[in-house]
């Protein structure tokens, strides 16, 4: 029987960390082009940069539930083998998507936060023919890491099921 405590532990940090991508999302930083007042050069301005935060916390919490699942089902790999079976197979297959998945989560969020982070200063403060933009994160990319974060979730929380229950099968078999 899986564990209720892991299961409902485990929804809640991917809840919250579903929620905080995409709040992340919402608010990017968004740049625009100033002229300084004796309009001799450009700077960039950005607004808030709290969607670093948000996508950094999602990350965490992100890493923590899938430390969980994997310590509570032994990462699937250690301990006493499984009986042969369609809850083996199944614990299988999850197992590999639901690290798949996680990891493309955890590449957005990584990646947003810290372009999102990145800043510059200043564009044409001396007479340069290309000067740098004020170029912000991709829209979507957050919202990316939000839906592989979800996938994740469901996905992990299918895996520590189906192990239980091939894990249970092995412990108590019906001869």
Request: proline residues 2%.
């Amino acid at each position: 029987m899986a564990s209720k405590l892991v299961v409902i532990i485990v929804f809640i940090l991917d809840l919250v960390a579903v929620g905080l991508a995409i709040a992340a999302e919402q608010r990017r930083s968004v740049g625009k082009v100033v002229t300084d007042s004796e309009k001799q050069y450009e700077y960039c301005v950005y607004g808030t940069d709290i969607a670093t935060s948000y996508g950094a916390g999602a990350f965490l919490l992100l890493f923590i539930s899938q430390v969980l699942i994997m310590s509570a089902s032994r990462c699937f790999c250690c301990g006493k083998s499984l009986n042969p079976g369609g809850s083996r197979a199944c614990a299988l297959l999850l197992f590999l998507i639901c690290w798949v998945f996680f990891l493309v989560a955890e590449v957005c969020l990584l990646a947003a936060s810290i372009r999102n982070a990145y800043h510059t200063k200043y564009r044409k403060m001396w007479n340069i023919d290309n000067p740098p933009s004020c170029e912000v994160i991709r829209k979507g990319v957050f919202a990316a890491g939000a839906a592989f974060t979800l996938f994740t979730a469901i996905v992990s929380q299918f895996y520590y099921v189906c192990y239980s229950r091939a894990r249970d099968a092995s412990q108590n078999p019906s001869y």
